[in-house]
């Protein structure tokens, strides 16, 4: 897209919007951010946007960026990786002994401080 095809587009948002406002420097941002952008798909999503809403649109308005596509079939866990996923949701929190005496440390700790006998 051009710059000369930004302002066409601003010029139009202008028509629709009549608190609007156009500036060189305005245009020079909005250019920056559409340059790579196809006028016609521009200028469609603008007409569809005016549809809509009652506020002028924003660049994102009118670039509609598209969703990433998903390969829904490596996205989905195989049988193998759905049993292996469950079994280590169920499966005991292994502790090593280091921990558990830790653990116990911090019970006793907490129960001295709270004045409460073992």
């Known amino acids: 897209m051009i710059k000369k095809q930004t302002f066409e587009i601003m010029s139009l948002i202008k028509q629709y919007f009549d608190h609007f406002e156009i500036t060189q420097e305005k245009i020079d941002s909005w250019h920056e951010l559409l340059q790579e952008a196809e006028y016609e798909e521009v200028r469609r999503n603008l007409i569809d946007f005016c549809r809509l809403n009652k506020f002028p649109p924003k660049v994102a308005d ?46 006793a700790e907490i129960r001295r401080m709270l004045g409460i006998g073992d």
């Open 62 to 107: 009118l670039l509609k960026a598209k969703p990433a596509t998903v390969d829904r079939m490596n996205a989905i866990p195989s049988v193998d990786e759905t049993k292996e996923y469950l079994a280590k949701m169920t499966a005991p929190n292994e502790l090593t002994d280091q921990e558990r005496a830790s653990i116990e440390e911090s019970k």
